[in-house]
Every structure is written in C-alpha cells, then in structure tokens.
Nanobody, 124 residues
C-alpha cells in the first residue's frame, strides 16, 4: 500500500498560480506512473495530467491548454503540478494518484493509490 499526501492548494484569484505537491511513502517505485485528477461538486472525477517513468512522456486534459506542468522528483518521492493562469472552472478538489499513463488515460477507476486531496478554489 502506498500513502500519498497532497499539499499546496488554496484560494487564488483568476489568473493566479499554485503549485501542488504530492509526497509519497510506502511501497512506491520510481517506475510507477503518477497523475493528477480533480473533482468539482456534482461532477465526475476527471484526469488532469499524468507522467510516465520511462521517458517522461506526459498526457493532459484538453482543458489544461498548456497552463499546467506536471513533474516528479523520484529521489525525493515527490510529485508536482504547477498551475498557472488559473480559471474559476479549475475550482475542484485535486488528487494525486498512482495511475496508468498510457492508452487507458484518463480513467479514475484504474489508479492503485490515491491521496486525500487538496482543495483549489479560484475566484473571479
């Protein structure tokens, strides 16, 4: 079992930036792909972005549109999502996860581990 803990969420005005962090512990390996999901009230959980271990390939949702950057530091078992030009529609609970990052992306039913989430609220 892997433990994931997110941090870095908060309240920000539209156009602002936030950097989310995910600290991993337990039985996790650097080869595992990692990803971020989000869920707003009354909506389905949706994939935001993920990153593969082998070559660093990333996948992202269309709504990201170059605004978000995913990265990882395997030596520290840390995983990040840097968000810029935030919009009110980005308001959601953001979750990090151990997840496939291939053809199956995005699918919130596939992750093998989840963090508890960190709230991102973007005001207009």
């Amino acid at each position: 079992q892997v433990q994931l803990v997110e941090s870095g969420g908060g309240l920000v005005q539209a156009g602002g930036s936030l950097r989310l962090s995910c600290a991993a512990s337990g039985s996790i390996f650097s080869m595992d792909a990692m990803g971020w999901f989000r869920q707003a009230p009354g909506k389905e959980r949706e994939g935001v972005s993920c990153i593969r271990e082998r070559n660093g390939d990333t996948r992202h949702a269309d709504f990201v549109k170059g605004r978000f950057t995913i990265s990882r530091d395997n030596s520290k078992k840390m995983f990040y999502l840097e968000m810029t030009n935030l919009k009110p529609e980005d308001t959601a609970m953001y979750y990090c996860a151990v997840t496939p990052c291939g053809d199956s992306w995005p699918n919130y039913l596939l992750p093998t581990a989840w963090g508890r989430g960190t709230q991102v609220t973007v005001s207009s």
